[in-house]
């Protein structure tokens, strides 16, 4: 368990859609395979140590025909922000999805500063 000092702590938050291949003939919609989607997300400021971060789907879009195969993970976690990684594969068909992202972790105090 990461313990944080209760008066300095930060939450973040923020949507992204990934993507929308069905527009667009995009490899999620029409291929086959493994196949990854990488996005950058930027937290509105840094965090003062690494924060935890959640992911959710919040719109998942696919072809019923198909098995609906995901993986949805936050990679390279910095203190100013991370990547949101999707990952398909086999035959689904994924037209769109959107995920929520949500960061907790200790900020740096009002009252704090560097000097040098």
Do not use: C
């Amino acid at each position: 368990m990461k313990r944080l000092r209760n008066h300095l702590i930060g939450v973040d938050q923020g949507s992204r859609l990934l993507f929308s291949d069905f527009e667009d003939g995009g490899q999620m919609w029409t291929g086959e395979g493994p196949r990854e989607a990488r996005f950058a997300a930027k937290f509105s400021e840094a965090f003062r140590a690494l924060p935890a971060v959640h992911l959710a789907f919040s719109m998942w879009d696919t072809d019923g025909r198909t098995n609906q195969r995901a993986d949805l993970k936050a990679e390279n976690i910095t203190l100013e922000g991370f990547e949101i990684v999707f990952r398909t594969w086999g035959d689904s068909r994924i037209a769109r999805v959107r995920a929520d992202w949500m960061a907790i972790g200790e900020i740096v105090g009002e009252d704090e500063w560097t000097l040098y």
